[in-house]
Structure formats: C-alpha cells, structure tokens
Nanobody, 128 residues
Framework: QVQLVESGGGLVQAGGSLRLSCAAS????????MGWFRQAPGKEREFVAA????????YYADSVKGRFTISRDNAKNTVYLQMNSLKPEDTAVYYC?????????????????????WGQGTQVTVSS
C-alpha cells in the first residue's frame, strides 16, 4: 500500500511557474513508477507526465512537452512536477499516481487505468 499527498498547487498568472510535489509513504517508493495526471471540470482525467522507478525514463503529454519537467528523489520519497510557461488551459486538479508497472513505453506510463494508487489532488488555476 502507498499513500500519496500532493502539494504546491495554487493560483498563478499565465506565463508563471509552479512546482508540485507528491510525498509518498508506505511500501517501497523507489520501486514504483510515478505519474502526474490532471482533470479539468467536465473533462476526463488525462495524462501529464510520468517517470520510471529509477528516474531514467520520463514521458510527457504533447501539450506540456518543453514546459513541464517531472523528477523524483527516492531518498525523500517525493516526486515533483515543475511547471513553467503556464497557460490558462493548464487549469485543472492535478493528481499524483503510483504503480509497479509491468510494462514499458509511453502507452503504458500514460494509461490512467494501470495506476493503482492515487493522491487526493491539488488545484492549479492559471489566470489569463
């Protein structure tokens, strides 16, 4: 069992930056792939970014590539999402997710149904 708690959300103007954090507790964090997903009102939850258990592989949605960076610190049981050049369309609740994925590649890491553990979410609002 893994418990995930997100933090770092808030209100920011377009063009600004935020860094989200996801602190994990429970079973061995370092063995889990970690992902960030987001859900805007009236829309389905969508993939944002993911990182392999060792941090050597990262994946990004096209909509955030070049603006967002995912990283992890296994010593601190924490995964981060640095978000730069934020746009109003980035407004959503951002969720952290974890799983010991037994697959590889973008299609695996971006699949919302494969993640077993989820945080409660943190709101990100980007004003224009």
């Amino acid at each position: 069992q893994v418990q995930l708690v997100e933090s770092g959300g808030g209100l920011v103007q377009a063009g600004g930056s935020l860094r989200l954090s996801c602190a994990a507790s429970g079973r061995a964090f370092s063995s889990y792939a970690m992902g960030w997903f987001r859900q805007a009102p009236g829309k389905e939850r969508e993939f944002v970014a993911a990182i392999s258990w060792h941090g050597g592989s990262t994946y990004y949605a096209d909509s955030v590539k070049g603006r967002f960076t995912i990283s992890r610190d296994n010593a601190k049981n924490t995964v981060y999402l640095q978000m730069n050049s934020l746009k109003p369309e980035d407004t959503a609740v951002y969720y952290c997710a974890a799983d010991d994925l037994y697959c590889s590649g973008y299609g695996c890491y971006a699949d919302v149904v494969l993640y077993d553990y989820w945080g409660q979410g943190t709101q990100v609002t980007v004003s224009s």
